[in-house]
Structures are given as structure tokens and as C-alpha cells.
């Protein structure tokens, strides 16, 4: 556990980037203006001290794997995906475009591999908002239905795209393409690793990147190993 009583935002995100992401989350400078106690910039700020202290305190705990995602229902599968993962990529986009833009604009004549990075996340973050749109308006909703047929024992209307494989080829092909586009990612960064002399906000851009991607991973199979499968093999069964 991380005791940020009597420490300034700089040696809190220092001894942990992680903490980072709470501090700009709640318009807390911890770069450049990171030289100050964490309770006096909380009283200036009108920010909880003690909300500050419960999410750093809580930054390093896994989030549980330990879910049998092959057992759940396909409609508490797919509603899973969107508040779990839809969520953090919403958010996520958000926060890292800042980093990106900040890092690019000031250390990008020296790194310039951190100007294309910016451009491969600026790609990714708009393709992804894309996809999730798609998955949540047209086919998460459809393989909602079939799990709700399935239980009832109903039948379900036949959707405007013909087969669920129609859709999930093209959600699988975007997946493709957002791996493709943090592979580069991946290598442009040098697996995530920042220069020595690194300033906290390249180390927080290059943390959270690696985050986004550890995300992504289990983001995507979860719906290319499971839901979609599944839902094609329903489909048929309810057909």
C-alpha cells in the first residue's frame, strides 16, 4: 500500500506512474506542478483528499480473472463486456489522448517515435469508439435476444443483416486491425519502456498504454473465443 501522508504528487507518481491516472483524472498536475503536499493541492483544488487516498491506496489490486465467462449466459456475457471493457476503453481513450498530445507536442522534436504514437492512438481510440457503437446498437442487442429466446423458448425475428456471422466478421476484422495498430505501438514505445530521463507524463502515457493493451487482449478474447461462437451456435440451435 502506497502512504501518501506528507508526500508531494511528484514522489507519489514517482514511486508508482500508476497513481497517475488519479491525479489527472482529478485535475491534479503531477508533472510539472507535481512539487506539492497531495492534502494541500486537494484543499486548493476543492478535491476529496480522503477519495484521493482510498483510489491510490486501492491502485495495485488485480482486477479478478478468476471469472467462468464460458458458463455465463450470452446477455450477462455481452452486458459484462460493455460495463467492463467498453467502459475502460471509453475512458481510457480519454485520458491517454492527453498524455499523447502532451508528450508529442513537448518531447516529439527529440522522440519522434512518440509523434507517430500519437497518431497510431489518435487511429485506434476513433476506430475502437466505432466498433464499440456497432457491437452495443446492432449486435450485442441481437445476441441478447437469443439468449432471452433460448430461456423462454421463443422465437426471435430474423435481424436486417442476414446471420450473426455477417456482423461478427466484420467486428473480428476490426479487432485485427486495432492488434495490428498496437503491435507498432508496441515496438515504437520499445515494449513500453520510456528513456531514463523520462518525465512522469511519458512514463504515465507509456503505463497506460500498456494497460490499454493487457485490456484489449482479454477484451477481444472474450468476444472472439466466447461470445461470438457461442452466439453463431445459437443461432443455428434456434433457427
Known sequence: MIDIDDKTV????TENIKTA???????????????????????????????????????????SNAHDYNSWDLDFLADYIINTHHKYVAEANNLIIQYSDKVAKV????????????KLFHAIANELNSHMQKEEMMLFPYIKELAVAKRNNTKV???QFGTIQNPINMMEAEHVGAGDILSQITELSNNF?????????????????????????????LENNIL????????????
Do not use: M, R, W
Open 10 to 13: 511528484a514522489e507519489i507518481v
Open 21 to 63: 491516472d488519479v491525479f489527472k483524472k482529478n485535475g491534479i498536475d503531477f508533472c510539472c506542478g507535481g512539487n506539492v503536499k497531495v492534502q494541500e493541492i486537494c484543499k486548493k483544488k476543492g478535491v476529496d483528499y480522503n477519495v484521493i487516498k482510498e483510489e491510490i491506496a486501492n491502485i495495485n489490486e488485480p482486477s
Open 107 to 118: 518531447h516529439g522534436h527529440h522522440y519522434t517515435e512518440v509523434v507517430e504514437i500519437n
Open 157 to 159: 425475428a430474423p435481424p
Open 193 to 221: 519502456t520510456p528513456p531514463a530521463e523520462a518525465c512522469n507524463t511519458f512514463k504515465a502515457l507509456y503505463s497506460k498504454l500498456e494497460e490499454y493493451q493487457n485490456d484489449l487482449f482479454q477484451h477481444i478474447h
Open 228 to 239: 461470438f461462437p457461442k452466439a453463431i451456435a445459437l443461432e443455428q440451435e434456434l433457427s
